[in-house]
C-alpha cells in the first residue's frame, strides 16, 4: 500500500515570505496530523485532523501558521510570514482513526524548511 | 502535561556491542509507549508499541522494550548491535486522555562497523 506522500520535499525562502506544504494521507486514513521538528527535537504536534474538521491546533502558532484538509482527504500547511525560527522539518503522519488505542500513525518523509 | 525524556543525546558503538537506550516519561495517568526509528535518508516508522498487558515488548529487528511503570520507563534494547542499525531513536508516549502522541529529542546512534 502506498506510504503518506508529502511534497515539497525541501524549500528554503527568506523570512516574511509564505510557503505552503502539502500531504496525502495512507488511503481510508480519517485521521491526518501535522508535526513540526526543529532540529535536535522530536516531532511536536501541530494540528491534528479528523477526517475534514480539527481535533487539536492547541499548538499551531495560528498568527502565522494555517492549515486545512478540505473533503477529508489531502491537507495543506501554510506558513505566512515566515521567520528563521520556522526552520524545521514539517511531517505529515495519519492514522486510520483517532480515539482508539490500537491505532498506528504513520508518517511521512517530510519536508525541510530552511528560512534564511 | 505529558513529556519524554530519552536519556542519551548520541551513542556510538561498535558492531555486536549491546545497546541500551533510556527512556522516561511523566504523565499522570494511563498510557501507551512507543519507539519509533528513522533510518538515514528515511521516514519515522513504529519499532515496537506497548499497550498493556507483558511489560516486556518485542518489535522489529531483533529490538525489545520494557515498561517499568513504578519507574515510569521504556527503556530500548537490543543484544547485538549490527551496522545498519545506524539510526535516530525516538520514544513517545500517549496519554489515553487524549491520544496525543509526545515525543522524546531524539538519540542518534551510530555503528562502527
Known amino acids: 500500500e502506498a506510504g503518506v506522500a508529502q511534497s515539497p520535499r525541501y524549500k528554503i525562502i527568506e523570512k516574511r515570505q509564505s510557503v505552503a506544504f502539502w500531504c496525502n494521507p495512507i488511503?481510508?486514513?480519517?485521521?491526518l496530523y501535522w508535526y513540526q521538528q526543529i532540529l535536535g527535537q522530536g516531532p511536536k504536534l501541530l494540528i491534528q485532523?479528523?477526517?475534514?474538521?480539527?481535533?487539536?491546533d492547541s499548538q499551531l502558532p495560528k498568527d502565522r501558521f494555517s492549515a486545512e484538509r478540505l473533503k477529508g482527504v489531502d491537507s495543506t500547511l501554510k506558513i505566512q510570514p515566515a521567520k528563521l525560527e520556522d526552520s524545521a522539518v514539517y511531517l505529515c503522519?495519519?492514522?486510520?482513526?483517532?480515539?482508539?488505542?490500537?491505532?498506528?500513525?504513520?508518517f511521512g518523509p517530510g519536508t525541510r524548511l530552511t528560512v534564511l | 502535561a505529558q513529556s519524554v525524556s530519552q536519556h542519551n543525546h548520541h551513542v556510538i558503538l561498535s558492531e555486536a556491542a549491546s545497546l541500551e537506550l533510556g527512556c522516561n516519561y511523566s504523565?499522570?495517568?494511563?498510557?501507551?509507549l512507543f519507539w519509533y526509528v528513522q533510518y538515514p535518508g528515511q521516514h519515522l516508522q513504529l519499532l515496537l508499541k506497548?499497550?498493556?498487558?507483558?511489560?516486556l515488548v518485542k518489535g522489529i529487528k531483533g529490538f525489545e522494550a520494557e515498561f517499568i511503570k513504578s519507574k515510569f520507563s521504556f527503556n530500548l534494547r537490543k543484544p547485538s548491535v549490527q551496522w545498519s542499525d545506524t539510526a535516530e531513536y525516538f520514544c513517545?508516549?500517549?496519554?489515553?486522555?487524549?491520544?496525543?502522541?509526545?515525543f522524546g529529542a531524539g538519540t542518534t546512534v551510530t555503528v562502527r562497523a
Open positions: 503522519a495519519s492514522s486510520y482513526r483517532a480515539g482508539a488505542s490500537y491505532n498506528e500513525q504513520f
Open positions: 485532523f479528523q477526517n475534514n474538521g480539527v481535533v487539536d
Open positions: 504523565y499522570g495517568g494511563t498510557v501507551n
Open positions: 506497548y499497550f498493556s498487558g507483558d511489560p
Open positions: 513517545a508516549v500517549r496519554g489515553l486522555n487524549d491520544y496525543k502522541l509526545s
Open positions: 488511503s481510508g486514513h480519517a485521521t
